[in-house]
């Protein structure tokens, strides 16, 4: 009844800002737990040390914490729109990071008799990840938009990720095939460089 719209207002919480509230010990603490994961060295056969790092540590320990919600009185979880905005934030000076570092780099390497060589290896990677995705449809019934962020997941790629997002208007399933692929595919790439580079 219109009536009791005040009693319902004072049970469950009327605020605009109350609803996009960053708990800021929740999120630092995460953060914090996240970079100390990701710094831990892990020994493996041939003398190799594989680390999660600054990116793998904070996401194993964000679906941790996402899974739990809440631990007394912390609570882990970001509203929807401090989410999307850090989202759009992370992505956009990660790309300009990305490209003023790596522009002049990429202009000298195409120039030079290595630039054919990385093209074409390029191009071979790229196909065998469309065969890979072929093949994880097949075996996993996965579509749309969780194969997208798998997709993002295997290349370790924000970028796809970001473009998948927007695409799909953030489909949570985005994330989601994201989320289960990029913690194996940075520890295989970690371990695969220096084997790769010895050749």
């Not at 929740?26 to 996240?34: A, K, Q, R, V």
């Not at 964000?62 to 934030?89: E, N």
């Not at 790596?102 to 202009?107: E, I, K, Q, R």
């Not at 949570?172 to 989320?179: C, F, S």
């Given at each position: 009844?219109?009536?009791?719209?005040?009693?319902?207002?004072?049970?469950?919480?009327?605020?605009?800002?109350?609803?996009?509230?960053?708990?800021?010990?929740?999120?630092?603490?995460?953060?914090?737990?996240?970079?100390?994961?990701?710094?831990?060295?892990?020994?493996?056969?041939?003398?190799?040390?594989?680390?999660?790092?600054?990116?793998?540590?904070?996401?194993?320990?964000?679906?941790?914490?996402?899974?739990?919600?809440?631990?007394?009185?912390?609570?882990?979880?970001?509203?929807?729109?401090?989410?999307?905005?850090?989202?759009?934030?992370?992505?956009?000076?990660?790309?300009?990071?990305?490209?003023?570092?790596?522009?002049?780099?990429?202009?000298?390497?195409?120039?030079?008799?290595?630039?054919?060589?990385?093209?074409?290896?390029?191009?071979?990677?790229?196909?065998?990840?469309?065969?890979?995705?072929?093949?994880?449809?097949?075996?996993?019934?996965?579509?749309?938009?969780?194969?997208?962020?798998?997709?993002?997941?295997?290349?370790?790629?924000?970028?796809?990720?970001?473009?998948?997002?927007?695409?799909?208007?953030?489909?949570?399933?985005?994330?989601?095939?994201?989320?289960?692929?990029?913690?194996?595919?940075?520890i295989v790439k970690v371990v695969l460089a220096p084997i790769i580079g010895g050749f």
């Open positions: 009844p219109t009536e009791a719209i005040t009693k319902v207002a004072k049970h469950l919480g009327d605020s605009e800002r109350g609803a996009t509230d960053i708990n800021p010990v929740g999120l630092f603490l995460g953060l914090g737990l996240g970079l100390l994961v990701g710094l831990i060295h892990i020994p493996l056969p041939g003398d190799t040390v594989v680390s999660l790092g600054i990116a793998g540590g904070p996401l194993l320990v964000g679906l941790v914490v996402g899974r739990l919600q809440r631990t007394g009185p912390v609570l882990w979880s970001l509203p929807h729109s401090v989410s999307a905005t850090l989202t759009q934030l992370g992505m956009l000076m990660f790309l300009a990071y990305a490209g003023s570092n790596a522009g002049a780099a990429l202009a000298d390497a195409l120039a030079s008799d290595l630039g054919p060589r990385l093209l074409a290896t390029g191009a071979v990677v790229t196909v065998l990840v469309a065969v890979g995705l072929i093949v994880t449809r097949r075996v996993s019934a996965a579509y749309g938009p969780t194969l997208a962020g798998v997709m993002a997941g295997t290349q370790t790629q924000p970028a796809v990720l970001a473009y998948a997002n927007d695409v799909t208007r953030a489909d949570p399933r985005v994330n989601l095939g994201y989320a289960l692929v990029y913690p194996v595919a940075m």
